[in-house]
């Protein structure tokens, strides 16, 4: 994963989400409602429901929306049901690309995920054609800036805390566990005083594709037309971004 930041990544896309706080808001809402919906609206005993709070939280949404999405999940009045689909293809010059989507309409999204793949030099494929190019992995990322502490140090206070492994770069550590101990990873640290940056369970990628030009150009056409979706969640990839950090 060396080289591959996927904090730097996030980063680097954050002004465009930034242009788009209302739909990202939206879909930070409609995940709320999933997790409430199906593990209960009290963020101590639901994790799933903890973790997108503090996501929401991250991305400065208003406390009164998030509770809005809990009130309505938990609620009678809300009879919306959220349906999770997934979508793998690939992007111009073969990148892999997974669509995680929550959708209340599965044609109109299926509809809406080909056209962005087919106007954008890429094509869906069978499910599994690309999943096994990713890995599910907690990421735990913490900003340098302010922090007094060496990567050495703390590279032993994560294993100590039950992490897989990290890498570090100019501007954060990023550390990895397995889902299974992420929750408990993050609450070690937390104790030690960290705060994160960013924590999610998230898919990395195995390997990486380089593009330039054309292809490189459609194929960030695509992520961008994937993540203005108001149906999808995540988009994961493994292009190589780190062409992008001198642009």
């Not at 930034?18 to 808001?25: H, I, S």
């Not at 991250?58 to 929306?65: K, L, Y």
């Not at 566990?177 to 104790?191: M, S, Y």
Request: proline fraction near 2%; glycine fraction near 8%; charged fraction near 30%.
């Amino acid at each position: 994963m060396a080289g591959h930041s996927k904090w730097k990544n996030i980063q680097r896309r954050k002004n465009a989400q930034d242009a788009k706080r209302g739909k990202l808001f939206m879909k930070l809402a409609k995940e709320i409602y999933v997790a409430a919906k199906t593990g209960g609206g009290d963020p101590a005993s639901n994790s799933a429901l903890r973790l997108v709070i503090e996501k929401a939280k991250a991305a400065n949404m208003p406390s009164e929306n998030i509770e809005r999405a809990i009130k309505k999940a938990t609620g009678n009045q809300e009879h919306t049901n959220y349906e999770e689909i997934r979508y793998e293809g690939y992007g111009p010059g073969g990148v892999a690309v997974m669509v995680v989507c929550l959708t209340d309409n599965k044609n109109r999204t299926a509809s809406n995920v080909r056209v962005a793949f087919s106007k954008n030099g890429g094509n869906l494929g069978e499910t599994g054609c690309v999943s096994y190019l990713f890995e599910r992995k907690g990421l735990l990322v913490i900003a340098r800036e302010g922090l007094d502490i060496d990567e050495d140090e703390m590279l032993l206070q994560a294993i100590e805390a039950g992490a897989e492994e990290m890498e570090t770069t100019e501007d954060s550590f990023e550390i990895y566990t397995t889902p299974e101990t992420f929750e408990e990873v993050k609450e070690q640290l937390e104790q030690q005083g960290f705060t994160f940056a960013s924590a999610e369970i998230t898919m990395i990628p195995q390997t990486y594709t380089t593009l330039a030009g054309d292809d490189l150009k459609k194929m960030l056409k695509l992520i961008d037309t994937l993540e203005d979706d108001d149906d999808v969640q995540e988009v994961y990839h493994n292009l190589d971004e780190s062409v992008l950090e001198d642009e």
